[in-house]
Nanobody, 127 residues
Framework: QVQLVESGGGLVQAGGSLRLSCAAS????????VAWFRQSPGKERQFVAA????????EYADSVKGRFTISRDNAKNTVYLQMNSLKPEDTAVYYC????????????????????WGQGTQVTVSS
């Protein structure tokens, strides 16, 4: 049974940092592409960052480029999202996602290209 469990969310002031973690069971991250998405109330799920199955391709949404970093620890079967210089508009529920097989660079950004999802962790940035 595949399970992704996010942690590390919370309340932080603008300009602060958080590190989200996504621990996997039932699959091996080193063989899969992984991504982070976020969703605010009333909005569609939005791409944040992704790392391709080989680990060599990384994509970021323009809104987080230079502030967020996606990384993985294959030994711990865990993916991280380091978030720095947080802004109130970063407030959302953050989800990790994963799937197998290659996709195009742009395909890393598509919700429909991921079968496995975590339950989400709330990030709230106060102004």
């Amino acid at each position: 049974q595949v399970q992704l469990v996010e942690s590390g969310g919370g309340l932080v002031q603008a300009g602060g940092s958080l590190r989200l973690s996504c621990a996997a069971s039932g699959l091996v991250f080193s063989r899969l592409r992984v991504a982070w998405f976020r969703q605010s109330p009333g909005k569609e799920r939005q791409f944040v960052a992704a790392n391709g199955w080989s680990g060599g391709t990384t994509e970021y949404a323009d809104s987080v480029k230079g502030r967020f970093t996606i990384s993985r620890d294959n030994a711990k079967n865990t993916v991280y999202l380091q978030m720095n210089s947080l802004k109130p508009e970063d407030t959302a529920v953050y989800y990790c996602a994963s799937d197998s097989g290659p996709v195009t660079r742009s395909g890393l950004r598509w919700v429909d290209n991921y079968r496995y999802w975590g339950q989400g962790t709330q990030v709230t940035v106060s102004s």
